[in-house]
Structures are given as structure tokens and as C-alpha cells.
């Protein structure tokens, strides 16, 4: 059997799925794939440098830079004595006998050279070791060289030299593959460089010099050509012929120029090369001047291949080639210009290896697209005939030229026709669009063949087979040859009737109630500015808004149940619609708020009659599932004017106007004016005061005493609060307090009058315990009253103030105490059992129930100063019934265990009557004004007591 054929079947079956893997990757994991590219390309390049084959062009790339750099200036302090062509010549073939160098320095000796560096081989023994010893010793700095032998033993000068030196430094040099020298080693085995040691030397006689790490190689900055170095040679100094000014204080170098048996390449001098002397003059040049070359990093090295690899390849894969050309061309050049600056700067970066590493990413992103456009190119004509065998929509081609029609199988079947149907011609499809619609398909195609449309789309109905219509999205677009005539065009056919009517009813649920089916809040106001832009154009032309809200909604939707709230809202709309005309517009605002549109009116009166019929529809009671409901409402009015701007500004201007209707009672109906807004803004702005004043701590706090009648003693104190507006002054607590409680606010007040109260008595029992017992009385609202953590404040309060519970009274006033009994009777006794009193305030103006009020932990009842007769003569007939009055609250206070407070009292026959009627305590103006803390202390500095 053979299995060659089945071997290279599963071969192309298994390389397929392995292609289609390795795509599927690619779009699930986008940028890992992205960095792919760059990041092999940074392998590679990092590769073969490690393995050296970058090397030479970095080579090359730095001997440019040096040739581009140009020169640099010599440093003054050194000077080169050659041992030049000349000098050999007359003295002979080299090396020359010590006395040479004796009488060099027997000649240096009187120019004040701050040190002699001698690079001159005297390794072997010589009878004139000593006299030249003894040169060295006068001149007194000389540095001498040494070196070692093929075996690593060190050739060092003779004993006698060694001792008479002031220093000795080593001259190997380190060549790179190409010969050129770019590092050298300052410091072999403990002895320095030659360069190094004479700088050593120099440091310690003239001036310092900062040196390097000696045990890091060194990058030699090349100043330029060894013919810029200044010199002179061997025989003139020997002739007398340099000044001894040249030498004075400065570095003279001793070496070979006229010979290559030392040669030295320079990026400046390879052909012919130098002499090592050069090397030394420019290394101690670079220390002198602290411009040696400082190469890049590894870390920096790392980051270049990251940045130039990965990261390049993940920015640049989804540009377009002409773009990733330019990008690369940039980066190029830019990276050049910034090595040269850096190497003029004194760093040496690398240049050839980061600009090649930038070219073959780009090599490696362009042949990457290349691959994925060739499989996306693939996937595309896959797509795209799947597409046309399972599009949802029908597809069509018509041929221009020779207006054949050509419909795909769907476009037939979308219409319930078989796929067999003939359907050649554009009358085929014209005849089977709706009437309606077929003038206007006809005019969008012709738009866009004649180029006045970018390309056709257009809905329209079309028959079915059964005779129904459905609604399609027709879209093409016309192939045009070079003279820009349509030649052809092609396109597609979907089927949009679900679609259309879910639009529909978006649009129904966007601008129409769900519970009562009348136009919504956005709608309203989308008429109500087209009714403002209309009254611009026509001032004379008014129309009118009414804001509907209904008075006893809550109540019936809270008791009856949200179920028959919804019916009610629904039988009200019904209501409003039948009470009104066809063409006025109701609307549902909210839940229990409808507006009014009237469009237009004439004069003020059609709105007060539109409004009073709307009273009338709804005087009727409803009968909802066995309920019979009675309900009102109250109606703002606000008439068009040229100042409204925005339809929000009417809806508020009757929503001001309803709240005044609602304010006087229930079925009213009221005109907004401008002086409602005004008052509406003032108590916002004291709303907006009233907080920050809470912040800016602008309350105080006033003591009115409460004496005993039967010894005129001060028993204690009712805190009260007081606000000193920064611009309105004293705002009075009948103004604010009000609003306090409406918007919450009352309970931060509460917290801080407790606090403060309680800190003050507390003062007061140290400064005069000869007035207790003492207690403070402080107002407490029903809002606090209902406060989760009433009594855990209460404890801390009176635990931070070292008081007990004895020394507090709470003071509720009876509405607030009637609305909470049930909820906070609990709440009640558990301030009685931590010796807090309870007293009901303001007795006698709220309604009571005496079957709730003697089941409360109560200590006091107070009588509100209405009671109080206010004149001297009691034989009147409605002081008789005041005092009335007064005596049955206390005999039912007395009978129910309770004591009384009469507030208000401001006369001496007052008193008089009140201790008649056994009454307890008492306090008002007769015995003082509510008075800050200071006055307190001047009447219990009396013993307090009262005259």
C-alpha cells in the first residue's frame, strides 16, 4: 500500500490548522503579536553583537565622528620633546646611551618643568645609571616607563633609577581588531599608565587633577591629527634652542615620533602611524582637561533594543508603509544627529548597531504586513462568499449598459417568491414597490447616478406576495469609468418592518406616558418651545401653560394602595381630555402633576375658564373597584411673554403659581406673576444662607430664666436660638425655623443648641453652686425627635459635659409629639430612665389626644402665651375666658401628675392670678428678656433669685 499520498494529505491538513492558529492568535493577542516583529529583530542584532559582528562598523561609525568632530584645542600644560627624524640623524640609530637623557635633564633642570616624563626603554643595566640617577634626583619629578616581557615579568628600570624616580607608569597599549587604539588600561597589575602617573605627580606638586576609575578602561578622546601637537624636537632642547619659558610649570613628555617600531593608529592617523608618545600626550590631554569619552551604559544599551525593537514594531504595525518609510528615515537620521552631539558632548553612544537595528525592524514590520495582508486578502474572499451565500439580505446588479437586472436567490425569497421566479428587468422591481414610495426610490437612484448622492440609500415599502407591504432598506453604489458616467452599480436589500416598528414604539415609550397614555414631559416641552419660537415670530400671538397638581393624591394613593392610584391617575387623564378640546395639548409631567398647553389664547380669562372646567371634571367623585374617591387639584397659570427663553422657564413660572394656589386651600387656581418668582428666590436664598450659616457657625444661643412662683427662684433656663444674618441682621426664628424643619436642617441645629446648652450649665454649676439645682430647658423637633441615634447623642452630650440627666429637660412641642406618640414612646421612657424631663410645649395650640397624652412619660406641661391675658382688668369677658382656659390645663395637668409653665407672663397681676391657680413656674418678660450668657451669670451672681 502506499502511504505517500495519505502522509502528504494529513501534512497539508495539519499545516492548515496550524495556520489557522497562529492567525486566531494573532487577532485574539494583539499587541504580543505586535512586538514580534521588533522583538526577533532585537534578538538578531543583539546576537551577532555579542559575537562581535557589529563591531567594525561601530569602528568605522566613531572614527567618523572624530573626522567630522574636527580637532580640539591642546591643552598648554603639556609639552612633547620628539625624539624626530632629525634627532636620529645626528646622534644616530636608537636606542640612544643614557647621557642623552643626562644632559637632557642637567638642561631642563634650570626651566622650572613641573615634571619630565620620560617614555624611553632603560630596562638593562648601564654604568650611567648613576649620573642619570642623579639628573633624575635634581630635576626632582621625573616619571620613568615600564613594561613587560612575552612572559608577563616586569621590565623595570635599574635599581639606582627606580630610586632616583618620582614616579613609574606602564605603556601598553590595546589595540582593537583593526589596529586603531580607542581604550586604554590606566592601571595594570597596581602600576598606573604612564599619562597617569605623571599626573599623579603633577597633582602633588603644581595643581590637582580628578582622575578616573583606574581600574575601568578608558575611551580616548582623539583631540585630532598628531601634526596639530605642539612639540619640539630632541636635538633642539639639547642645542638650547627653545626658551626655558616653554617648560615652565608644564608636563614634558619624552618620546619616539621618527620610528614605527612602536607605531600607533589614530582615527586621524592610520596611514602612516604614529608613535606611542602620541597616545600618552592625548590620554594625559583628556585628564588635564576632563574630556575623556564616556561610553553608554549597558542599561541604556538594553533600553535602545527595547525601544528600537518591541516597542518601534508595536507603534509602527498599524501605520501604512509610506508612513512607517518616513518614520524610519527619521529615526535614522535622528539617531546619527543625536550620537554626534552626544559624542561633542563627550558621550559615546553607538551609532551603526541602533540605526541598524531600526532598519532591519523595519524589514521585519514590512514583511510582517506583507504576510498579513496576503492571509487578510484570503480571509476576505472567504468572507465575502460566505457572506453572499448566508446574507440575511437581498442582493442586486445592475448592469447599466444593458439594464439587466441580476437578483440573488434572497432578494426573491424576501418577497415570498421562489428562488425560479423570473426577475430580469428594473419593471420587476418598480412594479412590486408601493405606490407611495416609487417616486421617491426613482428620484434617489437618479440622484446618484447623476453623482449628486456619494452613494444610494433609500427606504421604501414593497409588496409581498400575499398582497401586504414591508418595509425595505435599499443601499448601492454606481461604478463609474473615467469620464465619471455610471457604467454599472450593485447593491443590497434588507428587510426593516420589525425594525421600524420597534422604532415606533420607541418613539411612543420616548415621548408618551406608559401608565395613562398622554404625551410626556419631553414631548410637553418640545411643543411648548416650538410655542415659544412661534410667539417670537408673532408677539401678538400668546398662548398659555397650566400646572396641575393634584391635592389628595398621596393620601389616597398611600391608604388605597399604589394599584388604585395608577387607575386614578388613569381615570383623570381620561378627565382632563374629556373636559377640554381635542386640540389642547395634556400631558403627564410627573406622578401626580399634568400640564397644560393652550395654543393660542387670546386674553387671560380662557385660561381661568380652561381651568375652571378642569375644577368641574374633576369634582366628581371616581368609583375605582368599589372605592369612591374624591379629589382636587390646584392650578398654576403662566402666560407666554417675549422674556421666556426656554420652555423650562414657563413650566417653572406655573409651577410657582401652583404652590401659591396650593397655599390657599384646595381647588384654587392662580395667575403667576412675577412677584411669586421673587418671593420664591428669597426663600431659596435663605435656604442657601440658612446652610452655610450652620457652617460659619452664625447662631447663638439666649437664656431666658423659668422661676418659681412660691419662692421666685430660678429654677433653671430655656435655651433658645438666635440667627444674626451678616447682611439681613436678626432673622426671626418664625422665618427660619420653618424652613429648617422643611428642609432637614433643623436636626444639625438641635445637635449643636444641645451641645452648647449643656456646656453652659455646666460652667454655670462650678461658677455659682450656690443657685442649684439648675436645668436647662432645650427645644427639641420632631424631626429629631424621629432620629435613630437620639439617645446615643443625648449620652454623649451630657458624659462630655459631666452633667447627669437630672439637669436636661427636653422640650416637645405638641403637634410634633402628637404626629410621633406611637413611633416614639420607647424612645420617650428611655430618657425618662436616665433622669431626663419631658415637657410638651406650646400646650393648648396643637390637638391633643388625652388618651395618648397620659399614657407619655411627661414631667411638664407648658401653656402657651395666647393663653395668658395680656390686660389688667379681669372681668372681661375674653379674659375670663382665657383664665378659664388656664385653670383647666392646670387642673388637668395636676390631675394627670403633671407640673405647669406658664410662658408669656409680663405683669404682676398675671403672677398673682397664675399663683392663685396653684400654677408652679412661670417665665416671660416681667421676669427678663431672653439674655446671652453673661447676663445669666449677673443674675445668678444674686443668688438667683428674682425680685
Known sequence: MDWLPYLKKAWEIQKDRWRKTFWTYRQNRGWLVKVLPGGIAALLIAALLRLGVWQPLEYAAWDNLFRLRGGLPWDDRIVLVAIDEASLKQWGPFPWSRQRYVEL????????????????????????????????????????????????LPLLPSAPLRTAAAAIGHHLTRQEADGVTRQVNLQIHGVPMLPVAAAQVYTLLQRSIP??????????????????????????????????????????????????LDSLQTPFDRHPAVGEIYLHATV?????????????????????????????????????????FMILAALCSGWGMVSFLSFKAGYLIPVAMPILLFVVTGGAIALDERLRMNQRLKQSEERYALAVQGSNEGLWDWDLQTQALYF??????????SEEEPCHQLEDWFRRVSPQDLETLKQAIADHLVGTTPHLEQEYRLLYQDGTSRWMLCRGIAIRNDRGVAYRMAGSQADITDLKRTNEQLHYHAFYDKLTGLPNRTLFLEELRQAIACNRQSPNR?????????????????????????????????RLKSCLSSNILVARLSSDEFTVLLNPVHQIDEALRCAERIHQGLASPFSLNGHEIFTAASIGIALSSVEAEQPEDLLRDADIAMYHAKSQGQARSVVFDPAMRSRTLSRLQLETDLRRAIERQEFRIVYQPIVCLTTTKIIGFEALIRWHHPSRGRVSTAEFIPLAEETGLVALLDRWMLQQACQQLALWKTQFPQCLPLKMSVNLSGIQLTTPDLIQQVDQVLQANGLTGHDLKLEITESAIMLTAQSVATLLAQLRERGIELSIDDFGTGYSSLARLHRLPINTLKIDRSFIPTVTDRHTTQDHEN?????????????????????????????????????????????????????????????????
Open 211 to 260: 582622575l578616573p576609575d583606574l581600574n575601568q578602561p578608558f575611551w580616548v578622546n582623539w583631540l585630532g591629527s598628531t601634526q596639530q601637537v605642539p612639540q619640539v624636537s630632541f636635538i633642539d632642547v639639547q642645542a638650547g634652542k627653545v626658551p626655558a619659558a616653554r617648560f615652565e610649570h608644564k608636563i614634558v613628555l619624552v618620546g619616539l615620533t621618527a620610528t614605527i
Open 105 to 152: 635633564l642637567q638642561g631642563l633642570s634650570h626651566t622650572q618643568a613641573a615634571v619630565v616624563v620620560l617614555d624611553v626603554p632603560l630596562f638593562e643595566p648601564d654604568a650611567s645609571d648613576y649620573p642619570l640617577a642623579a639628573a633624575i634626583a635634581q630635576q626632582g619629578a621625573v616619571v620613568l616607563v615600564q613594561s613587560w616581557d612575552s612572559a608577563g
Open 284 to 324: 594625559l590631554n583628556n585628564l588635564l582637561q576632563q574630556n575623556g569619552l564616556c561610553p553608554l551604559p549597558a542599561s541604556w544599551l538594553i533600553l535602545v533594543f527595547l525601544l528600537g525593537g518591541p516597542g518601534l514594531s508595536l507603534v509602527m504595525t498599524d501605520w501604512r508603509m509610506s508612513k512607517q
Open 542 to 574: 400668546q398662548f398659555a401653560v397650566l400646572f396641575i397638581d393634584l391635592d389628595r393624591f398621596k393620601m389616597a394613593n398611600d391608604s388605597l394602595g399604589h394599584e388604585i392610584g395608577d387607575l386614578l391617575l388613569v381615570a383623570i387623564a381620561y
Open 883 to 947: 383664665w378659664e382656659i388656664v385653670r383647666t390645663i392646670i387642673v388637668l395637668a395636676h390631675n394627670l401628675g403633671l407640673d405647669v409653665i406658664a410662658e408669656g407672663v409680663e405683669t404682676i397681676e398675671q403672677i398673682h392670678q397664675l399663683r392663685s391657680l396653684h400654677c408652679e413656674y412661670a417665665q416671660g418678660f416681667f421676669f427678663s428678656r431672653p439674655i446671652d450668657a453673661a447676663a445669666v451669670a449677673v443674675l445668678l451672681s444674686n443668688s438667683g433669685a428674682m425680685a
Open 408 to 417: 440573488s436567490p434572497r432578494w426573491k425569497t424576501m418577497l415570498g417568491y
